[in-house]
């Protein structure tokens, strides 16, 4: 579901109350949504503001328009697969991102550009009216949980699993039908191959901070191509994700 469509549900249970939610989630990121009714509504801006803590696992070796798994023009290098990297480099390597950056706006996003959402002039292809957007934001925390490879089957079968999950409606606002055209293309050439380095890292960011950039920029300090294989939020400043299950 996307954070507008989980809006939607909740409307059904207060049809007289406002409703908003707290920070957009990426199409492929799941985690803690905060949603505001009535008078909370007005919080909206206070709570946008608290940093959050994310779980997310980069993948290394490919490249995608859009950052992760809901993107095309894929770029593959064989050689990103054969570089050193290990957990130690990997972990010195994130160390350099804590702190004060400047962060490259994903071309697929909700960020407006001349009142239109940056993922319209995207999917129109549209890429050089836009240009790089820049912004900066605030890495708080970061930390390196894990390392390990991942096979190219497990690989091929997390992809098409992932994109299974939009349903028809979304899918036409995630260009679905060329996205699954694209990977079915990619899985076509390499029918097996080495098994994929990925990294699992914990960050606490400042708002508006992109994952998926953070992700890419990761690949890049390392030399190699690299998308967001999985995103997932944990908290918003003193909301956790796990508040729900200790009350049920």
């Known amino acids: 579901m996307t954070s507008r469509q989980v809006v939607d549900a909740v409307k059904k249970d207060y049809p007289n109350e406002k409703v908003g939610y707290v920070g957009t989630l990426d199409p492929m990121a799941n985690g803690l949504l905060l949603i505001v009714t009535g008078k909370d509504t007005k919080r909206v801006e206070e709570l946008v503001s608290l940093p959050k803590e994310y779980e997310f696992k980069v993948l290394f070796g490919i490249k995608t328009d859009s950052g992760d798994i809901l993107g095309k023009n894929l770029k593959f290098k064989i050689k990103n697969l054969k570089l050193n990297i290990t957990f130690a480099k990997l972990n010195t390597t994130i160390k350099f991102f804590r702190g004060n950056l400047v962060q490259t706006v994903p071309l697929f996003s909700s960020i407006k550009y001349k009142g239109r959402e940056l993922h319209k002039w995207g999917r129109e292809g549209k890429i050089n009216d836009v240009g790089l957007l820049k912004r900066k934001v605030t890495i708080h925390e970061i930390e390196l949980l894990n390392f390990y490879s991942l096979p190219h089957s497990a690989f091929k079968n997390m992809v098409f699993s992932k994109l299974a999950l939009l349903d028809v409606k ?3 606002m995630f260009r679905l039908d060329e996205v699954l055209e694209s990977w079915q293309n990619f899985f076509k050439v390499f029918k097996s191959g080495l098994p994929y380095p ?6 606490t960011v400042s708002r508006g901070t992109y994952i998926r950039s953070l992700a890419e920029d990761i690949g890049k300090r390392l030399g190699a191509d690299s998308m967001c294989l999985s995103i997932k939020r944990t908290k918003v400043g003193s909301y956790e994700i ?4 200790k009350k049920d």
């Open 242 to 245: 796990g508040d729900l299950s």
């Open 198 to 203: 990925v990294a699992k890292i914990r960050a």
């Open 170 to 172: 979304s899918g036409k």
